[in-house]
């Protein structure tokens, strides 16, 4: 009988001691590793987003997909992003998949925002930052649900500057409310993006409605960029190298209780030997690294304004935060695309001593991105736990154990339906404002977060996974995964990711029932979700690099054209020039 009246009592726990519904506030990073959070393991000063780990839950095991758009897709949604139209990045999709059903490279009419749902019950909404789900005016967050917007269209942009960080564009494509926006002269992204949320939630604060912030941070994609001020905190920070800092982190999650003490790290062949590179390269490496950090450090800097603020104006105590990465740390050096170093080369400096400021460009490879995902093996755009495990923090009043970390295994598309709960909002069910729609099939995390279930998925739930051609399948503490040639194999291996968060330990032959059991799980989701094969000898780099010249082409074409005529004409006129001395 005591028992009983025990869990009564925990089910009747409301997750706010307040009975106002509650504001959120969902910030995304962008590329940040798992364990670059200093409440993860990492060495990088994050003193805002460590306060609200302590006050509130550490997801070990949450999932996202290996590339952003994809994933912010699902965190809008809560649905698949093979059926939500996000199958695959525009610049990473072979050019046969464009077009086809899941492909649109936009999200797509199916499906409804979360934003587009707590408007309809009652919430402020509000985005600032990167949204990169479509450009045209419908496909704009101030159309999909965002009452007050401030949007990068595109997957990045400069962090300074109102200027294009690729060949692919012709500018950064930013809107306000849905139109054109022109940025201030002393625009500096993460600073520029709490001022407006700041601005947003100040707005309508006299009519008591409760709000929805969602920031979406550019820290840390590429162009690596920061004031000098956060850089300069870690000017000889990682002249130690990679391995060193890789090693380190482990140790740290581990002492964290984030992932078990017998972790194993997993080597890649793309680690460079730190020993092996000249002095000036392992310094210039470092400095790379150390605007990585310092771009951190200062979107948490900003984090801690917005804090402060809501303290002072008295949200605080009514106000969830929930923080996530959109995927892995981004090994992709632009200096090694031929037609986008070029690119860069003409518009930015590289030189170490401009490394973060106005006018640099620095991204920090695949060895440091290693490091950052450490303990996992891989990074963006691979289905490895370097690519796809990143953290989340859930922290509110009301939390039942503060400061915990769970580890039971968690889902971006959990996101939608956990804020739905924890706002009141009814599920659509299939159906919104009369149209038929695609259901939610993502799982609320609040009984995990109030400690009413030991975990959100049933062990036996198989969630599927797919993005450019590398997938996985998970079940219970288990996982299938298959990445592709040049870095993997194109074989399906299968691990126990509660055990082996870095996928050190295949148990393909260990346990052949469950293998075989999976593998035709996977067959099932691909089949239910249309995703498609990929084309044979694929690689993301070279569709990549594909992408970049075509759409080089298609916008220098009148140049290149000319310039090919100017040549033609000048090559008969000479030739004419020569017959009539001879």
């Given at each position: 009988m005591k028992r009983l009246s025990a869990a009564l009592i925990l089910l009747a726990v409301p997750f706010f001691a307040s009975a106002e519904r509650p504001n959120v506030i969902l910030?995304?990073?962008?590329?940040?590793?798992?364990?670059?959070?200093?409440?993860?393991?990492?060495?990088?000063?994050?003193p805002n987003l460590d306060a609200l780990a302590s006050d509130g839950v550490r997801f070990s095991s949450f999932h996202v997909t290996a590339s952003c758009s994809p994933t912010r897709s699902m965190l809008m949604t809560g649905v698949d992003n093979h059926l939500n139209g996000l199958g695959n990045m525009d610049i990473t999709m072979p050019f046969e998949h464009k077009g086809k059903p899941g492909y649109d490279g936009v999200l797509n009419d199916q499906v409804v925002t979360i934003a587009e749902m707590l408007k309809d019950n009652g919430y402020h909404t509000y985005h600032v930052g990167k949204w990169h789900l479509g450009h045209t005016p419908e496909k704009r967050p101030f159309n999909r649900g965002f009452e007050r917007t401030i949007a990068l269209g595109d997957t990045g942009a400069d962090n300074w500057e109102q200027r294009s960080y690729l060949p692919t564009y012709d500018k950064a494509h930013w809107y306000a409310d849905g139109k054109e926006h022109q940025l201030p002269d002393d625009f500096y992204s993460s600073q520029y993006f709490v001022d407006k949320a700041i601005e947003f939630i100040d707005e309508n604060r006299s009519d008591g409605k409760p709000f929805f912030t969602y920031i979406g941070f550019q820290a840390v994609h590429i162009p690596l960029q920061a004031p000098k001020i956060f850089v300069e905190k870690y000017h000889q920070k990682y002249m130690s190298g990679w391995s060193g800092i890789r090693k380190a982190r482990l140790k740290r999650a581990i002492n964290f209780g984030l992932i078990p003490a017998d972790t194993q790290l997993a080597g890649m062949s793309t680690t460079l030997d730190w020993d092996a590179l000249s002095t000036d390269d392992q310094a210039y490496y470092a400095r790379r690294m150390a605007v990585y950090a310092g771009m951190l450090d200062a979107m948490d800097f900003h984090i801690g304004r917005l804090i402060s603020h809501l303290k002072e104006i008295g949200e605080y105590n009514n106000t969830v935060f929930v923080f996530l990465s959109d995927n892995g740390p981004e090994p992709s050096d632009p200096l090694q695309v031929i037609p986008v170093a070029a690119w860069v080369k003409f518009n930015y400096s590289t030189n170490i001593d401009d490394l973060g400021?106005?006018?640099?460009y620095a991204s920090i490879g695949p060895s440091w991105a290693n490091a950052a995902a450490s303990p996992g093996t891989y990074y963006k755009f691979f289905a490895g736990e370097g690519g796809v495990r990143v953290p989340l923090i859930v922290s509110g009043p009301g939390l039942v154990q503060p400061g915990k970390v769970?580890?039971?295994?968690?889902h971006i598309k959990d996101i939608v339906p956990t804020i739905l709960e924890l706002t009141g909002t009814p599920d659509h069910g299939g159906n919104?404002?009369?149209k038929s729609i695609l259901p939610i099939t993502g799982s609320s995390l609040l009984p995990v977060l109030r400690g009413q279930a030991r975990r959100t998925h049933a062990e036996d739930k198989a969630i599927g996974y797919e993005l450019a051609g590398n997938a996985a399948l998970y079940k219970g503490d288990y996982k299938l995964l298959k990445n592709l040639p040049p870095?993997?194999?194109?074989?399906?291996?299968?691990?126990?990711i509660a055990l082996d968060p870095s996928e050190f330990r295949d148990l393909r032959l260990e346990k052949p029932d469950l293998y075989r059991r999976m593998i035709i799980d996977y067959q099932e989701y691909a089949q239910a979700h249309g995703v498609l094969d990929m084309p044979a000898g694929y690689d993301y780099i070279k569709q990549v690099t594909l992408y970049s010249a075509k759409l080089i082409l298609m916008r220098n074409w009148p140049y290149l054209f000319g310039f090919l005529a100017f040549i033609f004409i000048g090559f008969f006129y000479f030739r004419h020039r020569v017959k009539l001395r001879g």
């Amino acid at each position: 009988m005591k028992r009983l009246s025990a869990a009564l009592i925990l089910l009747a726990v409301p997750f706010f001691a307040s009975a106002e519904r509650p504001n959120v506030i969902l910030i995304v990073g962008d590329d940040v590793g798992y364990s670059d959070i200093a409440s993860y393991g990492g060495e990088i000063s994050t003193p805002n987003l460590d306060a609200l780990a302590s006050d509130g839950v550490r997801f070990s095991s949450f999932h996202v997909t290996a590339s952003c758009s994809p994933t912010r897709s699902m965190l809008m949604t809560g649905v698949d992003n093979h059926l939500n139209g996000l199958g695959n990045m525009d610049i990473t999709m072979p050019f046969e998949h464009k077009g086809k059903p899941g492909y649109d490279g936009v999200l797509n009419d199916q499906v409804v925002t979360i934003a587009e749902m707590l408007k309809d019950n009652g919430y402020h909404t509000y985005h600032v930052g990167k949204w990169h789900l479509g450009h045209t005016p419908e496909k704009r967050p101030f159309n999909r649900g965002f009452e007050r917007t401030i949007a990068l269209g595109d997957t990045g942009a400069d962090n300074w500057e109102q200027r294009s960080y690729l060949p692919t564009y012709d500018k950064a494509h930013w809107y306000a409310d849905g139109k054109e926006h022109q940025l201030p002269d002393d625009f500096y992204s993460s600073q520029y993006f709490v001022d407006k949320a700041i601005e947003f939630i100040d707005e309508n604060r006299s009519d008591g409605k409760p709000f929805f912030t969602y920031i979406g941070f550019q820290a840390v994609h590429i162009p690596l960029q920061a004031p000098k001020i956060f850089v300069e905190k870690y000017h000889q920070k990682y002249m130690s190298g990679w391995s060193g800092i890789r090693k380190a982190r482990l140790k740290r999650a581990i002492n964290f209780g984030l992932i078990p003490a017998d972790t194993q790290l997993a080597g890649m062949s793309t680690t460079l030997d730190w020993d092996a590179l000249s002095t000036d390269d392992q310094a210039y490496y470092a400095r790379r690294m150390a605007v990585y950090a310092g771009m951190l450090d200062a979107m948490d800097f900003h984090i801690g304004r917005l804090i402060s603020h809501l303290k002072e104006i008295g949200e605080y105590n009514n106000t969830v935060f929930v923080f996530l990465s959109d995927n892995g740390p981004e090994p992709s050096d632009p200096l090694q695309v031929i037609p986008v170093a070029a690119w860069v080369k003409f518009n930015y400096s590289t030189n170490i001593d401009d490394l973060g400021a106005k006018g640099s460009y620095a991204s920090i490879g695949p060895s440091w991105a290693n490091a950052a995902a450490s303990p996992g093996t891989y990074y963006k755009f691979f289905a490895g736990e370097g690519g796809v495990r990143v953290p989340l923090i859930v922290s509110g009043p009301g939390l039942v154990q503060p400061g915990k970390v769970e580890h039971s295994f968690a889902h971006i598309k959990d996101i939608v339906p956990t804020i739905l709960e924890l706002t009141g909002t009814p599920d659509h069910g299939g159906n919104f404002r009369g149209k038929s729609i695609l259901p939610i099939t993502g799982s609320s995390l609040l009984p995990v977060l109030r400690g009413q279930a030991r975990r959100t998925h049933a062990e036996d739930k198989a969630i599927g996974y797919e993005l450019a051609g590398n997938a996985a399948l998970y079940k219970g503490d288990y996982k299938l995964l298959k990445n592709l040639p040049p870095l993997g194999d194109g074989e399906w291996h299968l691990y126990n990711i509660a055990l082996d968060p870095s996928e050190f330990r295949d148990l393909r032959l260990e346990k052949p029932d469950l293998y075989r059991r999976m593998i035709i799980d996977y067959q099932e989701y691909a089949q239910a979700h249309g995703v498609l094969d990929m084309p044979a000898g694929y690689d993301y780099i070279k569709q990549v690099t594909l992408y970049s010249a075509k759409l080089i082409l298609m916008r220098n074409w009148p140049y290149l054209f000319g310039f090919l005529a100017f040549i033609f004409i000048g090559f008969f006129y000479f030739r004419h020039r020569v017959k009539l001395r001879g």
